[in-house]
């Protein structure tokens, strides 16, 4: 059975504090793994995909990584409006396998 | 790019009545569209896929007769709330795959509906 993973399920840290979070995740038939943003009330929004192990993509303060069992999303000196829940999914052929979500808050 | 819109953004029904919430992709092509339920801080649940011009493939648990999904064209999918109940109340947001270059599977969700059922 598919299984998505994340945590801490909650992360508050002050502004530039820098921090990890992480996915473990045991998916069949996986083509690749989507990080999402979403604020409250909002849907989703793309970060990143990573195809393979070892890939690592940035984006501004933010940094994912891929291995073959989990992927890590880093974030360096955050400011408070990265606050928000992250959302990784392994992506299958036919659909997305959604983690739970790390709620991340950053404190000024 | 990548854009997706949802309408409408909110809505109030009674119990009873159908409720059509609009997808669009509307910069570029999406053959396969996607419908998820969320619930109060948990996760993205996956309801339905829809494929344009064909029938939609429901997940387990979902009941088909009560969400009709319709896919007509390659920006719009729409899903239709039939004889909503207070228990349908939730947030619904939809996501477009676009099959272009290198980047054919990665999906982009539209902003949300929220239905509340009285």
């Known amino acids: 059975e598919d299984q998505v993973t994340q945590s801490p399920e909650a992360l508050r840290l002050q502004e530039g504090e820098s921090s990890s979070l992480n996915c473990s995740y045991t998916?069949?038939?996986?083509?690749?793994l989507f990080w999402y943003r979403q604020d409250p009330g909002k849907g989703p929004e793309f970060l990143f995909t990573?195809?393979?192990a070892g890939e690592e993509k940035e984006k501004e303060r933010l940094k994912a990584t891929l291995t073959k069992k989990e992927s890590f999303l880093h974030i360096t000196a955050p400011k408070p409006e990265d606050s928000a829940t992250y959302l990784c999914?392994?992506?299958?052929?036919?659909?997305?396998?959604f983690g739970k979500g790390t709620r991340l808050h950053i404190l000024p | 790019g990548a854009v997706v819109s949802q309408h409408p953004s909110w809505v109030i029904c009674k119990s009873g009545t159908s409720v059509k919430i609009e997808c669009r992709s509307l910069?570029?092509?999406?053959?396969?569209m996607f419908w998820y339920r969320q619930f109060p801080k948990q996760s993205l649940m996956l309801m339905a896929t829809?494929?344009?011009?064909?029938?939609?493939?429901?997940e387990q648990g979902v009941e088909k007769d009560k969400f009709l999904i319709n896919h007509a064209s390659l920006t719009l999918s729409t899903l239709t709330v039939t004889s909503a109940h207070p228990e349908d109340s939730s947030f619904y947001i939809c996501?477009?795959?676009?099959?272009?270059?290198?980047?054919?599977?990665?999906?982009?969700f539209g902003p949300g509906t929220r239905l509340t059922v009285l």
């Open positions: 996501s477009a795959r676009m099959i272009q270059g290198l980047s054919y599977n990665e999906q982009f």
């Open positions: 990573l195809y393979s």
């Open positions: 910069d570029f092509q999406a053959t396969t």
């Open positions: 998916v069949s038939g996986l083509r690749g």
């Open positions: 999914a392994p992506n299958r052929d036919d659909k997305i396998i």
């Open positions: 829809s494929n344009e011009g064909s029938k939609a493939t429901y």
